[in-house]
């Protein structure tokens, strides 16, 4: 099964930018997407296809992709940034979801 | 403005069966696709079924796909997840989320469904 990979912690002083990678085969040909998740919260979305940023969310957060890998930047991040990270995408096929395996963000 | 409410959660012995039920408001349901999402306690968010706008298709991740059947009630705008055959790893919250922009732009706060005997 399709399988997109983040790295489990990422951590940054306040100010600093933060940078989270996600990696699949599919991503050339599909978007990601990228889910902010505080602790005991529901997931709410930051970053839609690539990077392209909801309302209300602020534009230190920004999206990027190339090739296999989307990135997350936080451009000075904040302690109220702490949280888990996830990446979203499809297979080739457009059919399965899937989503990263979540990157811890510490701002400390 | 949008509102997602699960509800249906609780304690089901393994083998057992549940039913969850999502009421939706604030947006046209029948043109949405709607999803519904897992996170084992302590674990990363794990996606499960998606159904189309019409109900035309549904698709399932393997690890419940034969057991779990996703449906829709276009008329009073609620998206229900029927899970047959529990296993103590399917012991999760299970969030319902709606879908555009080939995204999950709207979610609901979740309802925990524990496995145990």
């Known amino acids: 099964s399709y399988e997109l990979t983040q790295p489990p912690s990422v951590s940054v002083s306040p100010g600093q930018t933060a940078r989270i990678t996600c990696s699949g085969d599919a991503l050339p040909k599909k978007y990601a997407s990228w889910f902010q998740q505080k602790s005991g919260q529901a997931p709410v979305l930051v970053i839609f296809e690539d990077n392209k940023r909801p309302s209300g969310i602020p534009e230190r957060f920004s999206g990027s992709s190339s090739g296999t890998l989307a990135t997350l930047t936080i451009s000075g991040a904040q302690v109220e940034d702490e949280a888990d990270f996830y990446c979203y995408s499809t297979d080739s096929s457009g059919n399965q979801r899937v989503f990263g395996g979540g990157t811890k963000l510490t701002v400390l | 403005q949008v509102q997602l409410m699960e509800s249906g959660g609780g304690v089901v012995q393994p083998g057992k069966s549940l039913r969850l039920s999502c009421a939706t408001s604030g947006f046209t349901f029948r043109n949405y696709g709607m999803h519904w999402v897992r996170q084992a306690p302590g674990k990363g968010l794990e996606w499960v079924a998606v159904?189309?706008?019409?109900?035309?298709?549904?698709y399932y991740a393997d690890s419940v796909k034969g057991r779990f059947t996703i449906s829709r009630d276009n008329s009073n705008n609620t998206v229900f997840l029927q899970m047959n055959s529990l296993r103590a790893e399917d012991t999760a919250v299970y969030y319902c989320?709606?879908?555009?922009?080939?995204?999950?732009?709207?979610w609901g706060q979740g309802t925990l469904v524990t496995v145990s005997s």
């Open positions: 159904i189309y706008f019409d109900g035309s298709k549904r």
């Open positions: 989320a709606k879908e555009d922009m080939v995204t999950l732009d709207h």
